[in-house]
């Protein structure tokens, strides 16, 4: 049922020729600073850089290729090129007390990146650790529920819009554009055919390689090894540049086309992005303290920190979740077609005296949702104004409304100005961003004594009270 709301918006954009907006919100922060970041990479070279292309939104890219990024020293160099613009976008950001913001073309170039930041960190040279531990930042980021500071922008845009293509073909960005803004007048499905054979990820189509690059590459190194002049090798390296020019650029233009879409008047204010904007200036300052004061990033993690980063991650995914279904209506709406969130209509307020001056509150709701995700015990708060909490005491289907019964929590004062016949969403209580230091303290008190399955010492035998049978098969067999 989740998925109805994204089901039936791919039929109509199938129907329509064009993508249609499944949201009316904007579901991004979208730094005003953000640099766009296109590499490519050889092929068979997956954590090579063959071209990079860099620029802020609304400005042309700065461009930097290699002849061959198999010889270290030339794809050091264009590493070299990238790093003073990091660090000064970097310093840039933390004084203004704000995150910086990476966008990619594709969840393949996200992933790209982040596999470059593991490799750089462990070279030789310094200033290329460097730059693979500021990539790091976005790395490590990036698979955190409510994260902004690494955005693909197919990801972006299928947040935005639903297509009438599989959610697999969403991840070229050209395909995805086209069907956003479909050319007038031409059938939509050989646009993006059109589209799709421009490439759109990190590495570049193999026919281009086989007839073009590969040759190119070939008469580079002929020259150098036969003493050619430098002029000559010059020409070689300007021929291999143009060449992957032609490549790079389309991918640059259309992630800015992306970010332009994405930034358009028609995207209403969502007041949730405040917060997660708000806690990636947080994380990013605390990354950047850990640098200064010099701590290690290490290539995998040890049990405990893995643990932390865990409890981290579903501490991220419950706010964002909560934080989402109180501001953006889109994700509000999905959750009352999944059952994630009860909207219900309030039929009983009854009052029931404790003791002298202490009385408690219950509750009898209705819904029409045959959906819902409730047990009895859950703890429900109101998504909107008047805020207060209660208790599922008891869930029944009759007919086709659902019944509940349930004890008010919080917000007694509230209920005693309220009437049945109102209708309020109920799901998760309010976000807690800051509520991450007690969990990593349970945590650390449950690892104070590291388990036997994540160390080097085994647990010590117990002997076995019963003998073995002899037919080991037969005697499980047995207990059937």
């Known amino acids: ?77 264009l590493l070299r090129w990238l790093l003073p613009q990091f660090e000064a976008y970097y310093a840039e950001c933390r004084a203004a007390a704000t995150f910086p913001q990476i966008w990619v073309a594709s969840t393949g170039a996200l992933g790209h990146l982040d596999t470059l930041a593991d490799r750089l960190r462990f070279t030789d040279e310094q200033d290329i650790q460097r730059l693979g531990t500021l990539w790091t930042y976005a790395g490590e980021r990036s698979p955190v529920a409510g994260q902004q500071a690494l955005i693909s922008a ?43 054979a421009q490439p759109m990820g990190v590495k570049t189509d193999p026919r281009f390689d086989r ?27 300007t021929r291999i540049q143009q060449l992957l020019e032609g490549v790079i650029r389309p991918i640059y233009a259309n992630t800015q086309r992306a970010i332009a879409l994405l930034t358009a008047t028609r995207w209403q204010a969502n007041p949730s992005l405040d917060a997660l904007a708000q806690q990636e200036s947080d994380e990013f300052e605390r990354f950047m303290g850990g640098r200064d004061d010099g701590h290690f990033l290490p290539y995998h993690d040890k049990p405990k920190a893995a643990a932390m980063k865990i409890v981290a991650r579903e501490h991220a995914v419950t706010n964002f979740d909560a934080g989402m279904l109180r501001h953006d209506r889109a994700a509000r709406e999905k959750g009352v077609v999944n059952g994630s969130v009860l909207r219900a209509q309030i039929a009983v307020i009854a009052e029931e005296k404790v003791r002298p001056r ?3 509150y219950h509750l009898e709701l209705t819904s029409y949702q045959d959906s819902l995700h409730l ?106």
Do not use: C
Not at 217 to 233: K, M, T
Not at 437 to 443: D, I, R, V
Not at 448 to 465: F, I, N, Q, R
């Open 358 to 360: 202490l009385f408690e």
């Open 211 to 237: 007839n073009a690059l590969q040759p190119a590459i070939e008469d580079f190194h002929a020259a150098r090894n036969s003493g050619q002049p430098a002029s000559v090798i010059a020409f070689h390296q």
């Open 1 to 77: 049922m989740g998925d109805l709301v994204n089901v039936v918006a791919r039929v109509r954009a199938l129907q329509n020729g064009r993508a249609v907006p499944v949201v009316s919100q904007r579901q991004v922060v979208i730094q005003p600073h953000a640099r766009i970041l296109t590499l490519l990479a050889m092929a068979g070279e997956d954590t090579s850089v063959h071209a990079a292309a860099l620029g802020r939104f609304g400005e042309p890219p700065q461009i930097n290729v290699v002849a061959d990024p198999r010889r270290r020293d030339d794809q050091y160099d």
């Open 375 to 480: 047990r009895s015990g859950d703890v429900l708060w109101t998504l909107d104004d008047p805020k207060f909490s209660l208790r599922i005491d008891t869930v029944e289907r009759r007919g086709p409304f659902t019944w509940i019964e349930a004890t008010v929590g919080t917000g007694k004062n509230t209920i005693k100005k309220m009437t049945s016949g109102l209708t309020l969403d109920f799901g998760p209580p309010a976000p807690d961003w800051r509520g991450i230091g007690n969990e990593l303290g349970q945590m650390k008190k449950r690892l104070t004594y590291e388990p036997w399955t994540h160390g080097e010492t085994l647990p010590a035998a117990v002997s076995v009270a019963k003998p073995m049978p002899p037919n080991l098969l037969a005697a499980v067999e047995s207990l059937t």
């Open 154 to 196: 197919t990801a972006a845009l299928r947040a935005h819009y639903a297509t009438g293509q599989q959610e697999s073909e969403d991840e070229h960005l050209g395909s995805v554009l086209t069907w956003i803004e479909p050319p007038a007048g031409r059938d939509i499905f050989a646009a993006v055919a059109a589209a799709e």
